[in-house]
Each structure stands twice: as structure tokens, then as C-alpha cells.
């Protein structure tokens, strides 16, 4: 998630048009506490009960967490981009996903008169 962080604003456009939650089974106490003492500019959502883990195929059985999976969703609600589990340590990785996320939610274009 640190990466996330480090690059939210070359990944995720500052925020604009997207919103990016990481999910977890870690209580709502702990990663609330984690998300402010790290200062993560996403959103974290508990999953105690891995419903959302096990309705998107993210949540590993035998380790009982929810896997590094990791998905975009369009506005339409659907998902636009799935991966199993994401390479968090593949620098190409974070070159695609920023290719998915400016596909749905380009950037803002750079003033041509300035």
C-alpha cells in the first residue's frame, strides 16, 4: 500500500474522478490507526467477515486474509481491470494500472497558452 501512496499522484490523477479503496479482514480500529499514522490518501474499508474477499475471489482460505488482488471498477459499476494478485514489487505494474485509471479518468490537459 506504501506504493500506492508514494505514487498516488502520478497513479490516480490526485484523486480526480477516482477513488481508491483498499480492503482488508484487519479490523476498522487498526486500519483506521495504520491510514493516519501513514498518512495514505485512500480510503480503507474492514472486511471482518471476507464477504467482499469471497464474492471477488480475493480472499485466501487457507491464510484466511484477503490476497493482494486488485480491481478497477468503472463508473458503470462494472470492472474494468482484475489482477491476481498485483506484482507489488514489478514496476510495470504500476506503469499499466496508471494506463487503466487514465483510460477511465484522464488527466486533466495541460494548459497550452501558459
Do not use: C, H
Request: proline share 8%.
Amino acid at each position: 500500500m506504501e506504493a500506492y501512496r508514494d505514487q498516488y499522484a502520478t497513479l490516480f490523477n490526485n484523486g480526480r474522478n477516482v477513488t481508491v479503496i483498499g480492503i482488508s479482514v484487519d479490523p476498522d480500529t487498526a486500519l483506521a490507526s495504520w491510514a493516519r499514522d501513514e498518512d495514505f490518501p485512500v480510503v480503507f474499508a474492514s472486511d471482518p467477515g471476507s464477504k467482499v474477499g469471497l464474492s471477488y475471489g480475493a480472499y485466501d482460505a487457507k491464510y484466511k486474509v484477503d490476497n493482494r488482488s486488485l480491481f478497477v471498477i468503472r463508473p458503470d459499476g462494472r470492472v474494468a481491470y482484475v489482477t491476481k494478485p498485483f506484482k507489488v514489487m514489478v514496476p510495470s505494474a504500476y506503469t499499466e494500472l496508471a494506463s487503466v485509471v487514465d483510460n477511465l479518468a484522464p488527466p486533466p490537459k495541460a494548459d497550452s497558452a501558459k
